[in-house]
């Protein structure tokens, strides 16, 4: 079974660089890469999105290996306004180049003062 | 305006309710999605409208039917719900269907069924 894959839980410190990294082994051929975040009660809400490389935007990075296996989130010096749930959107491999949407099962980050 | 709306955002309905959760966007998106989300778990796709039209169904139970009366609007209409049923349910829009496409997400209806 095609499986998305993250660490249930990490913590960090103010000012601190954070790596999250998601395993989607089935990633499908033309799909891309999500990550959103949510607060308790919210929506999820878009951080960034890559097809391969690296991407950078003004909140993140996304490193992306050349077999796209897996993606790692970055995100800079982060603060307490950073705790929440971190998520990947994969498509993982059906019939055709566009897969099945699948979230990962979320990281919950913990950012201490 | 780049804000998707639901209502209600809490409802409590008995076993023999029929109730109905509102969406609505006006980004000019035309994709449309209802998600469900259980406490500690990520979003699992139930629906997928494109272009009004029901594209994906995640082989959810008949006592969810949705509908899209028209591009800014989603309904999903409830009835004979189970307590397992209870959750948050969100709804998202996006320009077109596929993975390339950012998803807006609305706050959800938190539901609990009695």
């Known amino acids: 079974l095609a499986k998305t894959t993250q660490p249930i839980s990490m913590d960090s410190y103010e000012g601190q660089e954070v790596n999250i990294t998601c395993s989607h082994n089935?990633?499908?051929?033309?799909?891309?890469i999500t990550w959103y975040q949510q607060f308790p009660s919210q929506g999820p809400r878009f951080i960034i999105q890559?097809?391969?490389t690296k991407v950078t935007n003004e909140v993140a990075s996304l490193f992306i290996p050349a077999d796209r296996k897996s993606s790692t989130l970055s995100l800079p010096r982060v603060s307490l306004s950073d705790t929440a749930v971190y998520y990947c959107l994969v498509g993982v491999k059906g019939s055709g180049n566009t897969g099945k949407l699948i979230f990962g099962q979320g990281t919950t980050l913990q950012v201490k003062p | 305006d780049t804000e998707v709306t639901q209502t209600p955002k809490h409802l409590v309905m008995g076993m023999t309710n029929k109730k109905s959760l509102k969406c609505e966007q006006h980004?000019?998106?035309?994709?449309m999605y209802w998600y469900k989300q259980k406490a500690k778990k990520p979003p699992e796709l139930m629906f997928v409208y494109s272009y009004e039209k029901l594209s994906i169904n995640e082989s959810v139970p008949s006592r969810f039917s949705p509908e899209c009366p028209n591009s800014s609007l989603l309904n999903l209409h409830l009835h004979a719900l189970q307590p397992e049923d209870s959750a948050l349910y969100l709804c998202a829009s996006s320009p077109g269907t596929g993975g390339h496409y950012e998803q807006y997400f609305g706050p959800g209806t938190r539901l609990t069924v009695t």
């Open positions: 089935n990633i499908a051929t033309n799909d891309y």
């Open positions: 980004m000019g998106h035309r994709a």
């Open positions: 890559g097809y391969k």
